[in-house]
């Protein structure tokens, strides 16, 4: 495809005809604020805090008005910074932005504009309509309706992205608000827990259960590594406290997975910190589980295993082994079946 050239912020930049100006400016290095825009996602033009001035007369909205050779763009003017304003005011009053309850304080996007901006609390002129919060029908995902600024990214997300298509707007004008399904608790809907729509969301409106009273997001260390379930291999950045706990996955953009995770990858990771968690090999010894070194366990272990099949042969015994180990563990351990206990019977639990 031919590249065009267009003006942006009297910067000579190219780009591709099918792409929009916010696009663009992105592809250079050029930042211009948006709030329902999402790379991954359909363009909904819904929020217009992504205004621009196109030729030195209209504002557009730079996420859907596509790039067009020779364009001369200008991302911040005085009319333009006033329309941003007014769009970031409006926001704030349809909601309760408290920032000091919200799990997103830190990483929202919203706020975020709002201190590049220096909005002031506004004085509320739009009617308020508080929502109920639901934060417990699901032990996975929580939602707060108050600091939802409708951009839609959650209900295309979950619909474009995941295919579950769980979200929906209900009612219209300053009663328009989010739902689940027919209007149920997302406990009680068919969301799946991929938890697409929380890594999505640019305020703290859907939230993770897990992280919740369990760090603040600046305090959090990042780490990305693969996820340990099945054979995909999706890229997974865990998140750990101060305190050395993995409080909260995002699913990484550079794994086959392109930043989605399912529900093991995504909330499937408590088990390496739970105390119930076996570290050392256990013998039961009269009735009870007993601490022993690894040389007596296996002792114990091959004494059983070679006295079941001296009484009852080979057949009488089964291998099951894990997703968890590496492929290298699990062909040692179809090899020990057969070789040396010398049977077929051999699983895998891929199914986790
Ligand atoms: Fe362009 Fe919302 S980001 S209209």
Redesign the pocket.
């Known amino acids: 495809m031919n590249k065009i050239k267009l003006t942006i912020d009297g910067k000579v930049v190219s780009g591709y005809p099918n792409q929009t100006i916010?696009e663009v400016a992105s592809d250079n290095g050029i930042d211009i604020p948006?709030?329902?825009?999402h790379p991954k996602l359909s363009k909904s033009?819904?929020?217009?805090?992504?205004v621009v001035r196109v030729g030195g007369k209209m504002l557009k909205?730079?996420?859907?008005e596509f790039a067009m050779d020779g364009m001369d763009v200008v991302t911040e003017d005085e009319g333009i910074i006033a329309a941003r304003k007014l769009v970031l005011g409006l926001l704030l009053q349809e909601g309760n932005h408290n920032c000091l309850y919200c799990e997103a304080n830190g990483e929202c996007e919203l706020q975020r504009y709002c201190r590049m901006y220096q909005m002031e609390e506004p004085s509320r002129q739009i009617p308020f309509h508080e929502r109920e919060v639901d934060y417990a029908s699901s032990n996975a995902l929580r939602r707060n309706e108050n600091v939802c600024i409708l951009?839609g990214r959650c209900v295309r997300a979950c619909g474009e992205l995941q295919v579950s298509n769980i979200w929906g707007f209900a009612e219209r004008g300053h009663r328009t608000h989010l739902i689940a399904d027919d209007d149920r608790r997302i406990g009680e809907s068919n969301c799946v827990k991929c938890g697409t729509c929380v890594q999505l969301c640019p305020t703290g409106a859907l939230s993770f259960q897990q992280v919740l009273g369990r760090g603040l997001n600046w305090e959090l260390s990042k780490e990305s590594s693969i996820c340990i379930y099945c054979g995909v291999g999706c890229k997974i950045d865990f998140y750990t406290n101060p305190q050395g706990q993995l409080v909260k996955t995002m699913g990484n953009d550079e794994g086959p997975n392109k930043g989605q995770l399912c529900v093991k990858g995504r909330f499937g990771f408590d088990f390496t910190q739970s105390p119930k968690r076996l570290s050392k090999p256990l013998v039961r010894k009269d009735g009870v589980l007993s601490e022993v070194s690894w040389k007596e366990a296996l002792d114990f272990v091959a004494a059983g295993l070679t006295k079941i099949k001296e009484e009852h042969g080979p057949d009488a015994i089964a291998g099951l082994s894990s997703a968890k180990c590496t492929n290298e563990e699990n062909y040692l351990m179809q090899k020990f079946m057969r070789a040396v206990i010398g049977t077929n019977n051999v699983d895998h639990c891929a199914r986790l």
């Open positions: 916010l948006h709030l329902c825009y033009g819904q929020c217009r805090l992504c909205a730079s996420c859907t951009c």
